[in-house]
Structures are given as C-alpha cells and as structure tokens.
C-alpha cells in the first residue's frame, strides 16, 4: 500500500525507537475524533487528539482522549507558562513537521502533555501524520515513545 510521505516518515521515526506502526488509511478522511472513531469502528474515547497550542510562545502537543476537551489553564500550568492558545496551521507544521488533523503524538521535537484518562481505552489510536492515517498503540508504548509528562489538562 502507498502511505503518504508523512505517515512514511513517521514509520521510519517508530522504527528507529523500536516500534513497528501498524498504518490504516481512511480515504474519508478521520480529521475529527469523531471522524477517527466511525471510520476505525471504535469508542470515542479511544482516539488520541494530538492538540498543539502555543504556550507563552513555545510550542507544545497535548494529548487529550478524543471525548474530552482540553483545558488550556490547565495546559499553561502544566507547562510552567502563564497562557496557552491554540496554534496557528503554519505554527503547527513548523513544530511539528505534520498538517493539523493529522500531527501524530510523537516524531517532533515538542514537549507532550497527556491527559490520563487516556488510559481508558488501551490500545488506542492516533493520527499517523496525515488526515486520513492512524494506527492504534498501546498506553504503555504511547507515553514511551511520546516521552510525555501525565497529567490531568482536561
């Protein structure tokens, strides 16, 4: 099957840290967690939203189960900052290297806050660095490969 460059090189970056990405494509499109959850066949709940939001200027990814909403107070305290917003498409990208609706959990150079309701659902399944890929994976591999600090941000 042919996978978009992104999710390629997403493969490659699991790879070299030891983790073979199972990609699925959905032509549709699974941009919202929502979307994910019908084209997958599962809960809600077992999506990963990969959210990236600026915090008082840094960029940083928030992982939060595709159910709940982030709470951005929470983000900025959970940051050491002051203020988090949403970033900007180019903002994401730039950070990132991945379009939003697609950023996958890992692969980028941010800094990763995940919610731990999460843990609701294991395996769950997150973007694979474009709109319409995603492969599911374990709690214990996502916080592994994300190097993400839990804590509640929704």
């Not at 915090?55 to 203020?83: M, Q």
């Not at 950023?103 to 941010?110: Q, R």
């Not at 995940?114 to 916080?143: E, K, M, Q």
Request: glycine residues 10%; negative net charge.
């Amino acid at each position: 099957m042919d996978l978009p460059n992104a999710s390629q090189r997403l493969i490659a970056w699991a790879g070299d840290a030891g983790l073979d990405l199972d990609v699925h494509v959905f032509p549709e499109g699974t941009k919202t967690a929502a979307d994910a959850a019908a084209a997958i066949g599962c809960e809600v709940a077992a999506i990963v939203k990969s959210l990236v939001f600026m915090v008082d200027g840094e960029s940083v990814v928030a992982l939060v189960p595709g159910d709940l909403r982030l709470d951005t107070t929470k983000l900025a305290v959970a940051a050491g900052g002051s203020r988090a917003g949403r970033a900007s498409l180019d903002q994401v990208r730039g950070a990132t290297g991945y379009a939003a609706g697609g950023t996958p959990p890992f692969g980028h150079d941010c800094r990763v806050f995940a919610d731990p309701a999460l843990a609701r659902s294991d395996p769950v399944w997150a973007a694979a660095g474009t709109p319409t890929t995603v492969f599911p994976i374990s709690i214990d591999d996502l916080g592994r490969l994300s190097e993400a600090t839990w804590v509640s941000i929704t």
